[in-house]
C-alpha cells in the first residue's frame, strides 16, 4: 500500500506545474494549448462548475472576444490554507509552530506561565485556535524573532521532511488538491500570473510554493513580521523582528494584493470569509472577472464545514456568492478526487 | 528634428522588452540565445565591463559550468533612479510631487505656511532636495494619502504625457539608459527575472515600467505609504494614507528584497552608497553573484557625479567596489549612446 501512495505521489509531483516562465515550449510546438483536444482539468467532473471556468478562460484569452484580456493583465489570486491545500484539523502552519516551540521549549522555562505558548504547550488547542491566522502569526512571530530567514527557511523544509499529517500520515505539503493544481496549470498555460494570497506566513509558504504549485516565492504574498538587515561582518543576512508588518487577511488582502502585485485580478479563488474582499475587489475589475469559492462538502474524502467552523468560516462569503452569481466549487460533486495521490491512472 | 527624435524614440520604445512571460518564441524558432552571433548589448562599447557582464551570464546559464545556476534562481535586482533612468537636476519623482502640489495650492492655503509645501512653493529645492528619497517619501504621502491608488495611477501617466525634462525636453520616461534596456532584455532572455528595486516609490513606478522596462509591476520594489481596502458602498477601492509603510533604500533594500522577491538575487546594479547593502546582500550568495556600478562620468551626454553629489552619492560604494573588485560601469567610456532617442541606426 505504502510503494503505491508514494508512487503515485512521486507521478503526480512529477505532474506539478514548473514555474511559468520554465515553460518553454519545445521546437517547432504550437504554442496554444486551447487548440488541443486534451482535457486540461482532469480531475474535475463535468457540470456548470468546469463549464464556467473554461468559458470564462476561452472569453478572456479569444482575440476579438468581447471579454477579452491582455496577457499582462491576466492576473490571478489563490487563497492558500483550505483553497490549495487543507486546513484542517488546523491551519499547518500552526502544527509547524506547535512543534517548533515543544522543540525549543527546554530552552525556554518562561514559556510555561507565558501565553499563547503555555495553551500550546499544555495542549488547549481550541484557545490557540480561537486566535485565528493573526494569533497564528503572533505565534511565529514570538517564536521565530532573531532568527535569520536563511534559518527559517530550513526550519520549514526540514518539518516538512519530517512532519506527518494525523489523518492521512502524509507530509502535509502533499496534501494539496490536485484540481486545483490543474486549475493553476491551465490558467499558466492561457497567459495567466498565478499568485498566492494567503493570511498564512510569506516566509512558511515560499520554501515550497514553487516546486508544488509552480509559484515562484516573488508571486507568494501573505502575512509577515518585520525584518532587519545585519551586515554581519561582511556574512550579510535578514534577521526577523519581534514585530508584526503585514496581516493579509480579509480586508488586508486587496491591500496585499496592491502592495505585492499592483495589478487588480481578473480571477480571484478562496474558500472563507477572509477572501471576501479579495474577491470583492476582484469584481470591480471593469475588465471582467471570476470569483470563484470552494465550499467543503466532502468529510470522506476530506472535510466538510462551512458556517460554523472556527477555521476556514464560510459563511457571508457564500451569501454573496450566491447573490451575486459567483461560481462556488462544491468539492464532493465537483471533484473527482482531492489529492494527488488520490490519481487514478 | 522634432520628427526624427520622435521617430527614434518610437522605434526605440518598440525595441523595449516585454513582460518575459510574453517573449514566447515563435514555432520552430530555436529559443537560446546565447548561440546567435547578434550583439546583445550593441549599445556598450567592447571593453572588460561589456565582457564581464557576458562572461557572468555565459557562465550563470551554460549547463556544466561550474558556475550554473537553474533559471528559477536567476532573480536580477536593478535600481531605478540614475541607474535605469537619469536622476538630475533632482529625482523626477520630486518634480512629479512639485507639479502636483502646486496644483493643488489653491485648494490648501495653509501649506503657504507649512513645511515642505512651504519650501517647495517657493522653490528652495536646496532645502527639499537635503531631504533625499525619504523626504520625497514624505512630500509624496502628505501630498498624496486620500487618494485612491486608481486616481493616483492615472495622475502619474497624466504627469509623463504632459511634463517635460528640463533640460532634454523630454517626457521623463524616455530619458532611460539604451544600454541598460538591452542588459535587461539580455538577462531575460537568457533566463533571468528582472526587478526594480529602488528607494522611490512603488507606485509611482508601476504606471510605466512595464511599458519602459519590461518589468511588470509586481516584479516592481519600491517605497510606499500605507494603504487601506474601501468597501465603498459595493464600488472597492484601495485608498492611500499619510502613514509611511516601507522605505525602501540602504539596508532597507534587501529587506525589501526578501519581502517582496524572497530570494536573493545573483545580480545586482545599482549607482549611489543607497544601494551599497543591496550588493553586499547579492555579493554573500552561495551561488556566485555580480554586482555591478553605474558610475556617472559624462557631463555631456548626462551628467558626472560621485563622492560629492547631494543625490545619488556614490562614495563608500566606490571605495568597496574597488575593493572587492565590482564591476564599474565608466558612463563616458562603456556607453555608445546613453538615451534611445540617441540611437544610432
Same sequence: chains 1, 2.
Avoid at 534559518?151 to 494539496?176: C, G, I, M
Amino acid at each position: 500500500m505504502k510503494v503505491n501512495i508514494y508512487t503515485s505521489l512521486l507521478m503526480a509531483l512529477l505532474l506539478v506545474p514548473c514555474s511559468c516562465k520554465e515553460q518553454t515550449p519545445p521546437e517547432g510546438e504550437t504554442v496554444s494549448v486551447e487548440t488541443t483536444s486534451v482535457d486540461p482539468l482532469p480531475s474535475w467532473n463535468e457540470g456548470k462548475t468546469k463549464e464556467a471556468i473554461m468559458a470564462f478562460v476561452e472569453g478572456v484569452t479569444r482575440e476579438g472576444s468581447p471579454t477579452f484580456v491582455p496577457q499582462a493583465d491576466r492576473i490571478a489570486t489563490f487563497d492558500n490554507d483550505g483553497n490549495l491545500w487543507s486546513e484542517q484539523p488546523f491551519y499547518f502552519q500552526l502544527q509547524f509552530a506547535i512543534d517548533r516551540v515543544r522543540a525549543m521549549a527546554s530552552d525556554h522555562p518562561e514559556w510555561k506561565d507565558q501565553q499563547p505558548f503555555k495553551a500550546l504547550l499544555e495542549g488547549d488547542m481550541q484557545a490557540l485556535m480561537a486566535e485565528g491566522e493573526p494569533g497564528l502569526i503572533k505565534l511565529v512571530m514570538a517564536s521565530h524573532a532573531g532568527m535569520t530567514t536563511a534559518d527559517f527557511d530550513a526550519s520549514v523544509k526540514d518539518w516538512l521532511e519530517r512532519a506527518r499529517h494525523p489523518r492521512f500520515d502524509q507530509p502535509y505539503n502533499t496534501l494539496v488538491y490536485q484540481p486545483m493544481l490543474e486549475l493553476l496549470d491551465y490558467l499558466r498555460d492561457n497567459g495567466f500570473t498565478t499568485f498566492i494570497v494567503s493570511g498564512g506566513g510569506i516566509d512558511f509558504m515560499r520554501p515550497w510554493t514553487e516546486e508544488v504549485y509552480g509559484i515562484p516565492p516573488h508571486q507568494v504574498v501573505g502575512s509577515s513580521i518585520k525584518a532587519e538587515f545585519d551586515y554581519n561582518a561582511g556574512s550579510p543576512v535578514i534577521r526577523k523582528l519581534p514585530e508584526l508588518d503585514f496581516i493579509d487577511d480579509k480586508a488586508g488582502k486587496p491591500v496585499g494584493i496592491h502592495k505585492f502585485i499592483g495589478k487588480k485580478p481578473i480571477f480571484a479563488s478562496g474558500n472563507s470569509d477572509g477572501d471576501l474582499q479579495m474577491l470583492q475587489y476582484t469584481a470591480s475589475n471593469p475588465k471582467g472577472a471570476f470569483m470563484l469559492y470552494l465550499h467543503h462538502t466532502d468529510a470522506e474524502r476530506e472535510w466538510a464545514y462551512d458556517r460554523d467552523s472556527h477555521i476556514g468560516r464560510l459563511d457571508k462569503g457564500l451569501d454573496e456568492a450566491r447573490e451575486k452569481g459567483w461560481t462556488v466549487i462544491d468539492m464532493k460533486t465537483d471533484w473527482k478526487v482531492v489529492y494527488p495521490f488520490q490519481t487514478v491512472e
